[in-house]
């Protein structure tokens, strides 16, 4: 099963993808986290990205797409794999469905998690992220137990450079202008499915299990 979370920055991919792998077991392939683990780690690559996403743009097309098909080569991809974050725009897209041509495979499906930009600039404004085990919070939403400490570590929670305000408005225009038009590549593809993103969590992957079946 191999399968691509769509949607806006904030729209719940990553919470959705993250459900989906414990479900299915195939691994969650997130450019984003790979992408901030070579941050956290001072690797070169880090380095080299960490100017794009402070600034919310996305990273090239050429890096971001051999960090990406290097991760797919692994052992634990075999059998498939969620991809959350990737593509992001039409070259990637492209790039993708070529490779997987090569082997003869194909993505099943593409799945579109629709939230209005409003409600995006709130859950990412309040969002917080351990600095220690990446577990996610809301302040509103999804509070810890003690403001600003991880339930799971005990290690700071923090506001990511790129959910301040202002990016977050930078990386919805990015969204709308290079991720939207993969909507309708993979319309024509036949594999999209929209599903409503405002749902509690629980409610939107009830609706994920129906698409992707038991
Ligand atoms: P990335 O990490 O992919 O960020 P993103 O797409 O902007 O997605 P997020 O992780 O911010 O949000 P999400 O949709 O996963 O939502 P989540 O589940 O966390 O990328 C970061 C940066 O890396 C990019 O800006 C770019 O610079 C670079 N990059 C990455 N991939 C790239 C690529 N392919 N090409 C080029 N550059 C790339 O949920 C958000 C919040 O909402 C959480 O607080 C959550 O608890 C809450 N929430 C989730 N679901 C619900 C719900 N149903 N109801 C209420 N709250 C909910």
Known sequence: MKIIMLGAPGAGKGTQAKMIAEKYSVPHVSTGDIFRAN???????GKEVKSYMDQGLLVPDELTVR?????????????????DGFPRTIPQAEVLEQELAKREEAIDFAIDVEVPDEEIIGRMTGRRACAGCGAT?????????QEGICDACGKELILRDDDKLETVKKRLAVYHEQTQPLIEFYTEKGILRTIDGTA???????VIETILGE
């Open 39 to 45: 941050i956290k780690e001072g690797t070169e690559l």
């Open 67 to 83: 960090i990406l098909l290097d991760r797919v080569s692994r052992e634990d991809c075999k059998n498939g794999y969620i991809l």
């Open 137 to 145: 919070y809301h302040v509103v939403h999804i509070p810890p137990r």
């Open 200 to 206: 509690p969590m629980q409610e939107v992957f009830t």
